[in-house]
């Protein structure tokens, strides 16, 4: 059926504000089972179909969970957009409530109806992965900080310190947690034929490993979300763009900064150690710099060659062949 109906969903961890902007309605709800048949309700109420509607929302990690799991037992198809998308859109602003959030939001998916794309559900064994990804990062970035105050307290304390035993404690508490989740994640994925094998190639590629390839698999949805290595570039913040208007305004192309931060993040890593051992990268790589070019251009280059290799390998479902031109 064709899609009719535009609501806007602003989402907060207790309560969920939906509006209407073709029938100028409103209507809150608690996050909560009991909520989200009251959404059902009032969709009722109006008539509307749910295979008309969708229902527009922002990434707000956890807390849509519950209401997306209920959308897609229900049918009821919607989408997550980057709050800076919307933002964006709106221009010149002024107030800001829940109510006024969500007919916003709805405004926005009005206006973009015709490109809007249905979210599809994760099977069990990416949405675990997902889950498992991002809570290996946050203790990761826990360790990192507790590490840092550490070599702090050691230039004013003792090592045998109470403060400085201590966050050493935790920080072995943190390695050991760590790698149960880092095993516990390559074990689900051998179970998986689809998701391992994709795996396996990446890993054909110097400088992805393990973890670089997880957050790939996790970003793409197993290579699912993305049509080509370009969108995925863009994505990650690391495709170049032109810069020009008339003959006036003439920039070096250069990267957006609307991008996954953690994913550019463990690309540069990627990048950094591919660099190092593999011998077409590394050749390009000093090569550029002996012409007098960038380091930090040149980083970024080699980023967008891994993307581009996985990408390639993927797609033929061969090893990467180290060497053979027409993978890179």
Same mark, same amino acid.
């Given at each position: ?21 073709? =029938? ?7 996050? =909560? ?111 990192? =900080? ?101 003959? =006036? ?80």
């Amino acid at each position: 059926m064709k899609l009719q109906h535009i609501i806007g969903a602003d989402l907060s961890k207790e309560s969920i504000d939906l509006a209407s902007t073709e =029938s100028q309605s409103y209507l809150r709800i608690n996050n =909560s089972l009991k909520g989200f048949r009251q959404l059902l309700n009032w969709l009722k109420d109006q008539k509307i179909k749910t295979s008309a509607v969708m229902i527009v929302m922002e990434h707000t990690g956890l807390y849509s969970y519950r209401m997306e799991k209920f959308l897609y037992r229900h049918q009821v198809a919607f989408t997550k957009i980057p709050a800076l998308a919307i933002k964006r859109s709106l221009g010149l602003i002024r107030g800001k409530n829940d109510k006024i959030d969500a007919q916003r939001i709805a405004r926005y998916g009005l206006e973009k109806r015709d490109i809007l794309v249905t979210t599809k559900e994760l099977n069990k064994t990416l949405e675990r992965l997902k889950m498992l990804h991002s809570t290996r990062a946050l203790l990761v970035k826990q360790r990192a =900080s507790l590490i840092c105050a550490v070599k702090e307290f050691q230039e004013l304390l003792k090592q045998s310190d109470l403060i400085i035993k201590s966050q050493l404690q935790l920080i072995n508490d943190f390695s050991i947690q760590i790698k149960k989740i880092e095993a516990e994640m390559t074990g689900l994925i051998k179970k998986d034929q689809s998701v391992n094998q994709n795996f396996k190639l990446l890993k054909t590629i110097k400088g992805v490993g393990n973890i670089v390839a997880i957050a790939v698999i996790v970003k793409t949805r197993n290579f699912t979300m993305f049509p080509n290595a370009r969108k995925f570039a863009c994505y990650c913040g690391t495709a170049p763009f032109e810069y020009s208007s008339g003959k =006036s305004i003439r920039r070096k192309t250069r990267i957006s900064h609307l991008a996954d931060k953690k994913m550019k993040t463990l690309l540069d890593q990627s990048a950094k150690t591919a660099i190092q051992y593999d011998k077409e990268l590394k050749t390009f790589y000093e090569r550029r710099i002996e012409m007098g070019k960038s380091k930090k251009s040149t980083i970024n280059i080699v980023r967008n060659k891994i993307i581009y290799r996985m990408f390639a390998v993927i797609k033929r479902q061969t090893p990467f062949i180290e060497n053979y031109l027409q993978t890179a």
